[in-house]
């Protein structure tokens, strides 16, 4: 059977090119065709409007649904401590991951004041043998109460994971809940925002931490024609309310779903980078959990995330793992195995700035009681340039005299009386 994602692509490219809708208020004029609609969203109806007011159409993968390259089943690996640690939220130690509920909107503006509407709610979870995903739309603002009574129970009572949902889903969905005189405190919820998660992990290598680009780059996924543009959604919506017109529509019930699908495949990928459960992970989303894993306190897991990312780093990003390695060592008090990170940089000649140099210097100095062998470093870092650093050029000549000073005295002894 043919899977109903591909299905929902092949009807929408049939559609043609998405529009702007004109911006004048809209004012719904003809009843929706909302069976239609459920058709061409390729899910099952599941609540019909005519009966409560909001429709809600239900998709289901099997657990080794791949979204790009990232398998859904990835999240359900994932360990309870890790998903705290991407949240900074120790609520999620003790949270089981097959409990998440992953949650995307659609609205009618970027604002979270009371003049914005949401109008759809994709809710994605993990159930027996698969993954189902259940969008809630509201077809007209009349029905909005028992809309989100459906979303209230969609929801449940679990923890939340999203993509910058922290900051806008949640609170406008709690304004539109306190609207209707209900209260539903999401902003209060444990709560994976991925947004942080990915700035952490993905910075490195990508040029920016929308959605759409973490998706394409870390999990392969490359949207087609049948998507639409996030800033013409709202423009769609208003387009339906004053026409009843559902085409371009079902292209905004394909993008909520694919964002839905992203965040359990990019939470998946994102836990198990952090675990080490990649097979080949780029150096720099290891060296990324290197970084969050020592920011917890978790410094042998970040030890390993550091030395695995020098497997394959090159050049200067492999000269900045060598470097937080090393002062990841000095921090441990593993003076001996963090000066043979610094002699493998200084080496490596990447040591641009002169840090390992002087860490190099001063384990040779103060802890080897090596004045030559410190001099020799210091010596080199200043014929070789590694002293870019502001001050760094004074710093070791200054740390130069010194040693000249310390190893004289050694040569001459003390005088006698």
């Known amino acids: 059977m043919e899977p109903a994602v591909d299905r929902l692509r092949r009807t929408l490219r049939s559609l043609g090119e998405p529009r702007l809708a004109p911006a004048e208020e809209p004012v719904q004029k003809r009843p929706p065709e909302l069976g239609r609609l459920a058709d061409l969203a390729g899910g099952e109806i599941v609540v019909e409007a005519e009966r409560t007011g909001y429709l809600a159409v239900r998709h289901v993968y099997p657990v080794e649904h791949r979204h790009g390259h990232a398998p859904l089943s990835l999240a359900l690996e994932a360990r309870p401590e890790t998903l705290g640690l991407l949240a900074r939220d120790a609520r999620l130690d003790s949270m089981d991951p097959s409990s998440a509920v992953y949650f995307d909107t659609e609205t009618t503006g970027l604002g979270t004041a009371t003049g914005t509407l949401v109008f759809l709610v994709g809710v994605g979870r993990f159930v027996t043998g698969g993954f189902e995903v259940t969008q809630y739309f509201l077809p007209g603002p009349d029905g909005e109460k028992a809309f989100l009574g459906g979303v209230r129970e969609g929801l449940g009572e679990t923890f939340l994971v999203s993509y910058n949902g922290k900051c806008f889903d949640a609170p406008l969905l709690q304004t539109r809940y306190l609207l209707q005189r209900e209260r539903l405190a999401l902003t209060r919820w444990p709560h994976l925002d991925l947004l942080r998660a990915a700035r952490g992990l993905y910075r490195a290598r990508v040029p920016d931490c929308r959605l759409g680009t973490i998706e394409r780059m870390v999990l392969g996924v490359e949207r087609e024609e049948a998507d639409v543009p996030g800033f013409l959604i709202p423009g769609i919506y208003f387009d339906y309310l004053r026409s009843g017109a559902v085409e371009e529509l079902a292209r905004v019930f394909y993008h909520n779903l694919l964002d839905v699908l992203s965040l359990a495949g990019l939470g998946g990928a994102a836990a198990a980078t952090m675990e080490g459960r990649l097979a080949s992970p780029p150096a720099s989303d290891l060296s990324g959990a290197g970084r969050l894993l020592e920011l917890a306190g978790r410094d042998a897991e970040a030890e390993a995330s550091y030395r695995r990312a020098l497997l394959t780093a090159r050049g200067e990003e492999r000269a900045a793992m060598l470097r937080r390695l090393g002062f990841l060592l000095k921090r441990q008090r593993e003076h001996v195995r963090a000066a043979e990170v610094w002699n493998a940089l200084v080496e490596s000649g990447t040591d ?50 010194r040693l000249l000073a310390k190893q004289a005295s050694r040569l001459t002894g003390p005088r006698p009386d």
């Open 352 to 401: 641009r700035d002169g840090v390992a140099h002087t860490e190099l210097a001063k384990h040779l100095e103060h802890r080897i009681r090596d004045y030559t062998e410190a001099l020799a470093v210091v010596e080199m870092a200043l014929q070789s340039g590694a002293h870019r650093a502001p001050g760094m050029r004074a710093a070791l000549e200054h740390r130069k005299a």
